[in-house]
């Protein structure tokens, strides 16, 4: 996969990800109490799945011991920090060598077991884990009356690149 793909891949979830997080703000929580709580439990786990592969890829420990964390985060904190860590990874993606991308590294997983991705792999795992989970996200809102985003990669890529539109 090249480094511009792979940006774009990543300037495609830092949208996707406002875009969705947007949207959970007009979800009232006093109405939908249930559903705006799982709605930050899910994005909370993309969040943190997101946190413990940025430490593998710096070979770091992570420090998590599940995939999520016992507390809930504020929307408002669960934002900023999400926001910080796709800054993260668009720099990091921006600055990564073809050599470096496809390299292997050993890593935990939170239940111990080990295991072994390329940095690539490990991106491209972060960015199709989190449209998995965007889209059951997606779900609950439909289930309370709001329409989620069209969060796909080409309504992204058109909208910001309008030229792709053009024949």
């Known amino acids: 996969m090249s480094n511009s793909t792979?940006?774009?891949?990543f300037r495609y979830k830092a949208w996707a990800d406002g875009e969705l997080l947007d949207a959970i703000a007009t979800l009232d929580p006093q109405i939908h109490g249930e559903a705006h709580h799982n709605a930050l439990r899910v994005f909370n786990h993309i969040h943190v799945v997101d946190a413990i592969f940025q430490a593998n890829l710096?070979?770091?420990p992570h420090g998590f011991s599940a995939t999520n964390t016992p507390e809930t985060?504020?929307?408002?904190?669960l934002?900023?920090?999400i926001?910080?860590?796709d800054a993260w990874y668009l720099e990091?993606?921006?600055n990564l060598s073809q050599r470096d991308a496809e390299a292997l590294l050993?890593?935990?997983f939170v239940d111990g077991d080990k295991g072994q991705m390329s940095r690539e792999e490990m991106l491209l795992h972060l960015v199709t884990h989190?449209?998995?989970?965007r889209g059951a996200i997606g779900r609950m809102l439909v289930q309370c009356g709001i329409t989620p985003p069209r969060d796909t990669l080409t309504t992204f890529l058109h909208q910001s690149e309008p030229r792709r539109r053009g024949g």
């Open 6 to 9: 792979l940006h774009s891949l």
């Open 58 to 60: 710096q070979g770091l």
């Open 73 to 77: 985060p504020t929307l408002a904190a």
């Open 79 to 81: 934002c900023s920090a």
């Open 83 to 85: 926001t910080e860590l």
């Open 92 to 94: 990091y993606v921006a």
């Open 106 to 108: 050993a890593f935990n």
């Open 130 to 133: 989190g449209g998995y989970h």
